[in-house]
T-cell receptor
Framework: NAGVTQTPKFQVLKTGQSMTLQCAQD?????MYWYRQDPGMGLRLIYY???????DKGEVPNGYNVSRLNKREFSLRLESAAPSQTSVYFC??????????????FGPGTRLTVT | KNQVEQSPQSLIILEGKNCTLQ??????????LRWYKQDTGRGPVSLTI?????NTKSNGRYTATLDADTKQSSLHITASQLSDSASYIC???????????FGAGTRLFVKA
């Protein structure tokens, strides 16, 4: 039982390049999330997927797209990377909606640098 | 504006001592409040989840309190250990959805 896994762990991109961050969970959770964490700030929600087949914008969605490939996998795509997207990205999952008191489990993070 | 403020920003204590971290929030309507521990280079790990009606919740040496009237929460760590060195993050959820508001965290250093 690996929990939430993310690939890659580190990535360096040049401005304008594209890439996809991968996330998978093996807990049969319905809901999945993408956050970014910047120094001195709290984690901010980029996109979430309440259940398989649905995705919704979070607090900071500009410059990102997501795909809920199946119940296990939720990917985050940067179409044209910008230096402002330099951050640590965390994927998370929960059995159901967080307002219902369900635990949220986080992956180990992807550290992305855009030069 | 929905905000979560944590204090202090950082704290240094000696191993074996107790400490208390603070969280004030202005999030409304309130659903639940969570405390997470985040080790350096890792994702956050849940410590406690409290709903509006809960005043106290414990998880081993960690005890969280909630005063929903004053919109304040605290996390008390008893008999600190070196492994408690981490960031502690307070998170508040608004009613009715998935949107979480994270505090910036308190960085705790436990020294031998």
């Amino acid at each position: 039982n690996a929990g939430v896994t993310q690939t890659p762990k580190f990535q360096v991109l040049k401005t304008g390049q594209s890439m996809t961050l991968q996330c998978a969970q093996d807990m049969n959770h319905n809901s999945m999330y993408w956050y970014r964490q910047d120094p001195g700030m709290g984690l901010r929600l980029i996109y979430y997927s309440a259940s398989e087949g649905t995705t919704d914008k979070g607090e900071v969605p500009n410059g990102y797209n997501v795909s809920r490939l199946n119940k296990r996998e939720f990917s985050l795509r940067l179409e044209s990377a910008a230096p402002s997207q330099t951050s640590v990205y965390f994927c998370a999952s929960s059995e159901a909606w967080l307002a219902g008191g369900y635990e949220q489990y986080f992956g180990p993070g992807t550290r992305l640098t855009v030069t | 504006k929905n905000q979560v403020e944590q204090s202090p920003q950082s704290l240094i204590i000696l191993e074996g001592k107790n400490c208390t971290l603070q969280c004030n929030y202005t999030v409304s309507p309130f659903s639940n409040l969570r405390w997470y521990k985040q080790d350096t280079g890792r994702g956050p790990v849940s410590l406690t989840i409290m709903t509006f009606s809960e005043n106290t919740k414990s998880n081993g040496r960690y005890t969280a309190t909630l005063d929903a009237d004053t919109k304040q929460s605290s996390l008390h760590i008893t008999a600190s250990q070196l492994s408690d060195s981490a960031s502690y993050i307070c998170v508040v959820l608004r009613t009715g959805g998935f949107k979480t508001i994270f505090g910036a965290g308190t960085r705790l250093f436990v020294k031998a």
